[in-house]
């Protein structure tokens, strides 16, 4: 049992209200929808890992997106309790399930390239 619900948001006034809560999430003014990945820590087997499924899910949600050829930006909602709070209260969630990141997908308004984040210093090998 994987502990992870998904909201899709398609309610124009919803995705409109949510820049009131998360300041990054203008972009969801122009998109069609958002998905909401969240972590039920009723249905979790073993404490705390909810966050790793829930990080998967959302890097799995956003390579599909991609191969359909949108655009999606992932919005980390947790843990920042104010986000958590508005967008639980915004969408009527209940206590045990906790938002952890919205995707809003759309057509890009851009094309940008991948950003290059690779450090090699960050890179060990075998030991720290």
């Not at 069609?32 to 972590?39: D, H």
């Not at 820590?41 to 890992?49: N, P």
């Not at 998967?56 to 191969?67: D, G, R, S």
């Amino acid at each position: 049992e994987q502990p992870w619900h998904f909201v899709v948001i398609r309610d124009r006034q919803i995705l409109n209200e949510i820049p009131k809560i998360h300041p990054y999430s203008g972009m969801l003014k122009e998109a069609p929808l958002a998905i909401l990945i969240c972590g039920d820590e009723s249905l979790q087997k073993y404490k705390g890992y909810w966050v790793q499924d829930c990080s998967a899910a959302t890097e799995n949600l956003l390579i599909a997106v991609n191969a359909l050829g949108l655009g999606g930006v992932w919005l980390g909602v947790y843990p920042i309790e104010d986000r958590v709070v508005g967008i639980r209260k915004l969408l009527g969630m209940p206590e045990s399930v906790i938002p952890f990141a919205l995707i809003s997908i759309g057509y890009p308004a851009e094309q940008k390239p991948p950003a290059d984040r690779y450090d090699e210093s960050r890179v060990h090998h075998d030991r720290w």
